[in-house]
């Protein structure tokens, strides 16, 4: 594979694996992309610290679900987390803390997290996850979606105004989220650069 090739435009981190014809071989290979997405998704939930006078603990969901969607582009990031919210919502013990099923305070994140990481696959096709500064625009957008959904069905969920929610839903999340959009900014674009000398 040329080093043209691997870096070319329109292509995610997923696509570098090697070329196969649009056989049932190919499919199985997204299959599995995207069943590891959801793994992934799922075991980083259970990284879960909580927060004092909040139901919404600090969890490594949200960098899971932003590398998914970088890594796999929205069609294969969106499915994941389809996937992800789905068996979750079947009753597999894999949202934050081990709970699972519909609803509960925090579901609306698992809902922005769908959002979240679709749009951010579609920006990594677009480069988005290429250079530092860019892959730091990526993660925020990507963050503030997740944010965008969670914290009004917080705030719906638990009869909290919406500033109550943004104090127990957002505000002590900011410096975790930039912690994990620095660690974006050094993984994303050196997996690339490393791609591009390896093609």
């Not at 499919?27 to 995207?34: E, I």
């Not at 579609?122 to 860019?134: K, T, Y």
């Not at 929610?165 to 994303?188: E, N, Q, R, S, Y």
């Amino acid at each position: 594979m040329s080093t043209a090739a691997t870096t070319r435009p329109g292509a995610v981190l997923a696509d570098l694996l090697p070329a196969m014809p649009a056989t049932r071989v190919r499919y199985a290979v997204d299959a599995a992309l995207v069943v590891g997405g959801a793994a992934l998704t799922g075991i980083a939930a259970q990284i879960a610290v909580p927060i004092p006078g909040s139901p919404v603990p600090i969890t490594g969901q949200t960098f899971a679900v932003l590398l998914t969607g970088a890594a796999l582009g929205a069609r294969r990031g969106f499915l994941a987390l389809a996937l992800y919210a789905l068996v979750g919502m079947a009753g597999m013990p894999w949202f934050q803390n081990g709970t699972s099923g519909p609803g509960g305070a925090t579901f609306g994140y698992v809902l922005g997290m769908l959002l979240a990481s679709t749009v951010v696959g579609a920006l990594a096709r677009r480069g988005g996850d290429r250079s530092v500064l860019r892959t730091a625009g990526t993660m925020v957008l990507g963050s503030a979606l997740v944010y965008a959904v969670g914290v009004p069905y917080l705030a719906l969920s638990t009869g909290m105004s919406l500033t109550a929610a943004v104090a127990a839903g957002l505000t002590p999340f900011l410096i975790g989220d930039a912690v994990k959009a620095a660690l974006a900014m050094g993984a994303l674009p050196s997996a690339w650069k490393l791609a591009g000398r390896r093609g």
